[in-house]
């Protein structure tokens, strides 16, 4: 693969997965609209690996109360870290169970099409305005109860739509359920965690039983860089909230999708 793809990819993966603009839409986007060929799921999946080390070392300490929970609910030991830990194994279980009925289904691949990431784009687009301007903003992660971490949950199964965003359907769950901004992508990004590992250890497998070791030095490249890049974005991201609403990004996800439609309806789909 050109060593100009990778470096784009990477960008693309580090610099979208945690704003609310979906990534993996970004990502298939690319070759669909240039003349490469289509990087595979196993470079989208190395993408989100290095994105998730940003996560892990920028939010390190939500991170480290994350251990401390798993090790408690191992000894039984009920403490607020292992609350927290329980929220996020409880809100991934959703998307785990949608993904393996796509795979199972052999709906995944259809869904790779710029027509569908337009109307999604749009679609939950409008849903991310909307929340942003409902409702109180005061909630934080000491908030969170059951049926809130379900809602949150059920939500982020729509991200397997591409062009849907994981990010983007949490933190409008999050934010219709009146979290501030920070707080709504903190929890986010926390549940992003174990969905990326997830899907980054069933990729891993089909990587190492097809014995591609070109694809995977292709990997490691756009891993590595996706991790700086994430890391700036998250930075940014956090900074971000404090100070403005989410609109820039509802805009950006209006000028997309409408860009797609116009594409998709024009012959480019």
Same mark, same amino acid.
């Given at each position: ?64 109360? &994350?251990?401390? =929970? !798993? *090790?408690?609910?191992?000894? #039984?030991?009920?403490?607020? @870290? %292992?609350?927290?830990? $329980? ?109 990326? &590992?997830?899907? =980054? !250890? *069933?990729?891993?497998?089909? #990587?190492?039983?097809?014995? @591609? %070791?070109?694809?995977? $030095? ?52």
């Amino acid at each position: 693969m050109p060593v100009e793809q990778l470096i784009v990819l990477a960008l693309i993966q580090g610099l979208t997965e945690f704003l609310p603009i979906s990534s993996s839409a970004h990502l298939i986007l690319a070759p669909a609209l240039t003349a490469w060929e289509d990087q595979g799921p196993l470079i989208d999946v190395a993408a989100h690996l290095g994105s998730l080390g940003a996560v892990l070392l920028y939010f390190r300490s939500d991170v480290a109360a &994350l251990f401390r =929970g !798993a *090790f408690g609910a191992v000894l #039984l030991r009920w403490t607020d @870290d %292992t609350k927290l830990f $329980a929220f996020v194994a409880a809100a991934t279980v959703p998307v785990i169970a949608a993904a393996a009925v796509l795979v199972l289904t052999g709906t995944a691949d259809a869904l790779r099409s710029p027509l569908v990431i337009a109307w999604s784009t749009i679609v939950f687009g409008v849903l991310l305005y909307w929340s942003d301007k409902a409702g109180e903003t005061t909630r934080g992660m000491g908030d969170l109860t059951w049926g809130r971490v379900a809602a949150v949950g059920l939500a982020q199964a729509l991200a397997l739509i591409p062009g849907a965003s994981r990010s983007g359907v949490t933190i409008t769950a999050a934010r219709f359920l009146g979290f501030a901004r920070p707080e709504a992508a903190r929890f986010s990004m926390l549940l992003a965690i174990p969905t990326i &590992l997830a899907f =980054g !250890a *069933f990729s891993g497998l089909e #990587l190492l039983e097809g014995g @591609d %070791t070109e694809q995977l $030095a292709d990997a490691g490249v756009v891993a590595a860089l996706s991790f700086v890049s994430a890391y700036g974005a998250i930075f940014l991201f956090m900074k971000m909230l404090q100070r403005m609403s989410l609109t820039p990004f509802v805009l950006y996800r209006m000028a997309l999708g409408v860009g797609l439609l116009i594409y998709s309806y024009a012959g480019g789909a």
